[in-house]
T-cell receptor, first 115, second 112 residues
Framework: DAGVIQSPRHEVTEMGQEVTLRCKPI?????LFWYRQTMMRGLELLIY????????DSGMPEDRFSAKMPNASFSTLKIQPSEPRDSAVYFC?????????????FGDGTRLSIL | GNSVTQMEGPVTLSEEAFLTINCTYT??????LFWYVQYPGEGLQLLLK?????DKGSNKGFEATYRKETTSFHLEKGSVQVSDSAVYFCALSFSNDYKLSFGAGTTVTVRA
Protein backbone atom coordinates (compact mmCIF):
# COMPACT_ATOMS: atom_id res chain seq x y z
CA ASP A 1 0.00 0.00 0.00
CA ALA A 2 1.21 3.50 -0.76
CA GLY A 3 1.95 5.55 2.30
CA VAL A 4 1.63 9.29 2.74
CA ILE A 5 3.34 10.99 -0.18
CA GLN A 6 4.92 14.41 0.16
CA SER A 7 6.53 16.60 -2.45
CA PRO A 8 9.02 18.00 -2.95
CA ARG A 9 11.48 16.12 -0.69
CA HIS A 10 13.80 19.11 -0.64
CA GLU A 11 13.20 22.78 -1.38
CA VAL A 12 15.74 25.56 -1.35
CA THR A 13 14.56 29.06 -2.11
CA GLU A 14 15.30 32.67 -1.35
CA MET A 15 13.48 34.62 1.28
CA GLY A 16 10.40 36.40 0.05
CA GLN A 17 9.48 33.64 -2.38
CA GLU A 18 6.28 31.66 -2.15
CA VAL A 19 6.68 28.02 -1.13
CA THR A 20 4.07 25.32 -1.66
CA LEU A 21 4.35 21.92 -0.02
CA ARG A 22 2.12 19.08 -1.15
CA CYS A 23 0.69 16.00 0.50
CA LYS A 24 -1.29 12.99 -0.63
CA PRO A 25 -2.72 11.09 2.35
CA ILE A 26 -3.34 7.38 2.50
CA UNK A 27 -6.48 6.46 0.60
CA UNK A 28 -9.45 6.15 2.95
CA UNK A 29 -7.94 8.23 5.73
CA UNK A 30 -10.12 11.16 6.71
CA UNK A 31 -7.82 13.09 9.04
CA LEU A 32 -4.75 14.98 7.86
CA PHE A 33 -2.10 16.75 9.90
CA TRP A 34 0.73 19.15 9.02
CA TYR A 35 3.73 19.27 11.38
CA ARG A 36 6.95 21.25 11.47
CA GLN A 37 10.13 19.82 12.98
CA THR A 38 13.14 21.89 14.07
CA MET A 39 16.01 21.27 16.44
CA MET A 40 14.95 24.15 18.67
CA ARG A 41 11.23 23.44 18.99
CA GLY A 42 10.94 19.76 18.13
CA LEU A 43 7.77 18.53 16.44
CA GLU A 44 4.94 21.08 16.28
CA LEU A 45 1.42 20.51 15.00
CA LEU A 46 0.51 23.30 12.58
CA ILE A 47 -2.99 22.36 11.44
CA TYR A 48 -5.32 19.43 11.30
CA UNK A 49 -8.17 18.61 8.92
CA UNK A 50 -11.03 16.21 9.31
CA UNK A 51 -13.05 15.27 6.22
CA UNK A 52 -11.29 18.07 4.34
CA UNK A 53 -12.36 20.72 6.85
CA UNK A 54 -9.76 22.55 8.98
CA UNK A 55 -10.52 21.71 12.61
CA UNK A 56 -7.61 23.24 14.49
CA ASP A 57 -5.18 25.74 12.99
CA SER A 58 -3.96 27.15 16.29
CA GLY A 59 -0.45 25.97 15.53
CA MET A 60 -0.08 27.96 12.34
CA PRO A 61 2.63 30.43 13.25
CA GLU A 62 1.33 33.50 11.43
CA ASP A 63 -0.65 34.75 8.48
CA ARG A 64 2.14 33.94 6.09
CA PHE A 65 1.18 30.29 6.48
CA SER A 66 -1.95 28.83 4.91
CA ALA A 67 -3.18 25.29 4.30
CA LYS A 68 -5.90 23.87 2.10
CA MET A 69 -7.45 20.50 1.50
CA PRO A 70 -9.60 20.76 -1.64
CA ASN A 71 -10.38 17.05 -1.65
CA ALA A 72 -9.76 13.87 0.29
CA SER A 73 -6.58 13.00 -1.59
CA PHE A 74 -4.65 16.25 -1.61
CA SER A 75 -3.49 19.00 0.71
CA THR A 76 -1.13 21.95 0.41
CA LEU A 77 0.77 24.06 2.90
CA LYS A 78 1.79 27.44 1.56
CA ILE A 79 4.21 30.01 2.95
CA GLN A 80 4.10 33.47 1.43
CA PRO A 81 6.40 35.31 1.79
CA SER A 82 8.96 32.85 3.13
CA GLU A 83 11.58 33.82 5.73
CA PRO A 84 14.82 32.11 6.84
CA ARG A 85 13.23 31.17 10.18
CA ASP A 86 10.75 29.00 8.27
CA SER A 87 13.58 26.58 7.46
CA ALA A 88 12.57 23.20 8.88
CA VAL A 89 11.35 19.76 7.94
CA TYR A 90 7.61 19.75 7.28
CA PHE A 91 5.68 16.53 7.71
CA CYS A 92 2.24 15.52 6.63
CA UNK A 93 0.45 12.69 8.41
CA UNK A 94 -2.92 11.00 7.96
CA UNK A 95 -5.11 8.76 10.06
CA UNK A 96 -8.51 7.11 10.08
CA UNK A 97 -10.77 9.00 12.46
CA UNK A 98 -13.71 7.07 13.74
CA UNK A 99 -11.57 4.00 14.31
CA UNK A 100 -10.46 4.16 17.91
CA UNK A 101 -6.80 4.50 18.73
CA UNK A 102 -5.62 4.46 15.16
CA UNK A 103 -2.10 5.81 14.70
CA UNK A 104 -1.00 8.61 12.46
CA UNK A 105 0.99 7.66 9.36
CA PHE A 106 3.72 10.10 8.39
CA GLY A 107 5.23 11.00 5.06
CA ASP A 108 8.98 11.32 4.64
CA GLY A 109 8.80 15.09 4.94
CA THR A 110 9.90 18.12 2.95
CA ARG A 111 13.20 19.65 4.01
CA LEU A 112 12.80 23.38 3.44
CA SER A 113 15.70 25.80 3.40
CA ILE A 114 15.05 29.52 3.04
CA LEU A 115 18.18 31.50 2.20
CA GLY B 1 -3.21 20.09 29.64
CA ASN B 2 -1.85 16.84 28.31
CA SER B 3 1.91 16.44 28.10
CA VAL B 4 4.63 13.84 27.68
CA THR B 5 8.10 13.96 29.22
CA GLN B 6 10.93 11.82 27.87
CA MET B 7 14.42 11.28 29.15
CA GLU B 8 16.84 13.59 27.45
CA GLY B 9 19.36 12.25 25.02
CA PRO B 10 21.47 11.66 23.26
CA VAL B 11 21.92 8.05 24.27
CA THR B 12 24.92 6.14 22.91
CA LEU B 13 25.16 2.39 23.31
CA SER B 14 27.19 -0.53 22.07
CA GLU B 15 25.58 -3.27 20.03
CA GLU B 16 23.78 -5.89 22.14
CA ALA B 17 23.41 -3.50 25.07
CA PHE B 18 20.12 -3.03 26.92
CA LEU B 19 18.15 0.09 26.08
CA THR B 20 15.64 1.93 28.26
CA ILE B 21 14.02 5.24 27.38
CA ASN B 22 11.86 6.69 30.11
CA CYS B 23 8.53 8.32 29.33
CA THR B 24 6.00 9.77 31.74
CA TYR B 25 2.80 11.56 30.96
CA THR B 26 0.35 14.04 32.45
CA UNK B 27 -3.23 13.74 31.33
CA UNK B 28 -6.78 13.96 32.56
CA UNK B 29 -8.32 10.56 32.06
CA UNK B 30 -6.81 7.52 30.40
CA UNK B 31 -5.09 8.18 27.12
CA UNK B 32 -3.70 5.77 24.56
CA LEU B 33 0.08 5.71 24.54
CA PHE B 34 2.44 5.31 21.60
CA TRP B 35 6.09 5.06 20.74
CA TYR B 36 7.12 6.35 17.34
CA VAL B 37 10.55 5.94 15.74
CA GLN B 38 12.19 8.27 13.23
CA TYR B 39 15.08 6.87 11.20
CA PRO B 40 17.48 9.35 9.56
CA GLY B 41 15.88 11.18 6.66
CA GLU B 42 12.46 9.63 7.19
CA GLY B 43 9.16 10.45 8.81
CA LEU B 44 7.91 9.03 12.08
CA GLN B 45 6.69 5.44 12.12
CA LEU B 46 4.54 3.83 14.76
CA LEU B 47 6.68 1.39 16.75
CA LEU B 48 4.15 0.16 19.32
CA LYS B 49 1.10 1.24 21.25
CA UNK B 50 -1.00 0.46 24.33
CA UNK B 51 -4.56 1.56 24.87
CA UNK B 52 -5.27 0.74 28.52
CA UNK B 53 -3.56 0.20 31.84
CA UNK B 54 -1.26 -2.84 32.08
CA ASP B 55 -1.29 -3.34 28.30
CA LYS B 56 2.09 -4.21 26.87
CA GLY B 57 2.94 -3.06 23.38
CA SER B 58 5.71 -4.86 21.51
CA ASN B 59 7.34 -4.78 18.09
CA LYS B 60 10.80 -5.48 16.62
CA GLY B 61 12.09 -6.58 20.04
CA PHE B 62 10.93 -3.38 21.72
CA GLU B 63 8.43 -3.42 24.58
CA ALA B 64 6.60 -0.87 26.70
CA THR B 65 4.00 -1.36 29.43
CA TYR B 66 1.25 1.14 30.24
CA ARG B 67 1.61 1.86 33.96
CA LYS B 68 -1.30 3.91 35.27
CA GLU B 69 -0.01 4.06 38.85
CA THR B 70 3.24 5.72 37.76
CA THR B 71 1.81 7.36 34.60
CA SER B 72 4.68 5.87 32.63
CA PHE B 73 5.31 4.06 29.35
CA HIS B 74 9.03 3.26 29.32
CA LEU B 75 10.51 1.76 26.16
CA GLU B 76 12.91 -1.19 26.46
CA LYS B 77 14.90 -3.46 24.22
CA GLY B 78 17.12 -6.22 25.49
CA SER B 79 19.77 -6.23 22.78
CA VAL B 80 20.08 -3.28 20.42
CA GLN B 81 21.51 -3.32 16.92
CA VAL B 82 23.17 -0.61 14.86
CA SER B 83 19.98 -0.44 12.82
CA ASP B 84 18.09 0.75 15.94
CA SER B 85 19.89 4.09 15.76
CA ALA B 86 17.08 6.61 15.46
CA VAL B 87 15.04 9.21 17.31
CA TYR B 88 12.31 7.78 19.53
CA PHE B 89 9.18 9.74 20.44
CA CYS B 90 6.67 8.95 23.15
CA ALA B 91 3.14 10.24 22.48
CA LEU B 92 -0.39 10.15 23.83
CA SER B 93 -3.86 10.71 22.48
CA PHE B 94 -7.47 10.36 23.52
CA SER B 95 -10.09 8.53 21.50
CA ASN B 96 -12.22 11.67 21.22
CA ASP B 97 -9.31 13.85 20.09
CA TYR B 98 -7.15 12.65 17.25
CA LYS B 99 -4.29 14.98 17.96
CA LEU B 100 -1.11 13.44 19.33
CA SER B 101 0.88 15.03 22.14
CA PHE B 102 4.53 14.19 21.52
CA GLY B 103 7.52 14.15 23.80
CA ALA B 104 10.67 15.96 22.72
CA GLY B 105 12.27 12.82 21.29
CA THR B 106 15.34 10.86 22.37
CA THR B 107 18.21 10.31 19.96
CA VAL B 108 19.74 6.85 20.23
CA THR B 109 23.02 5.90 18.57
CA VAL B 110 24.17 2.29 18.60
CA ARG B 111 27.83 1.64 17.85
CA ALA B 112 29.14 -1.61 16.37
Amino acid sequence: DAGVIQSPRHEVTEMGQEVTLRCKPISGHNSLFWYRQTMMRGLELLIYFNNNVPIDDSGMPEDRFSAKMPNASFSTLKIQPSEPRDSAVYFCASSLQGARNQPQHFGDGTRLSIL
Amino acid sequence: GNSVTQMEGPVTLSEEAFLTINCTYTATGYPSLFWYVQYPGEGLQLLLKATKADDKGSNKGFEATYRKETTSFHLEKGSVQVSDSAVYFCALSFSNDYKLSFGAGTTVTVRA
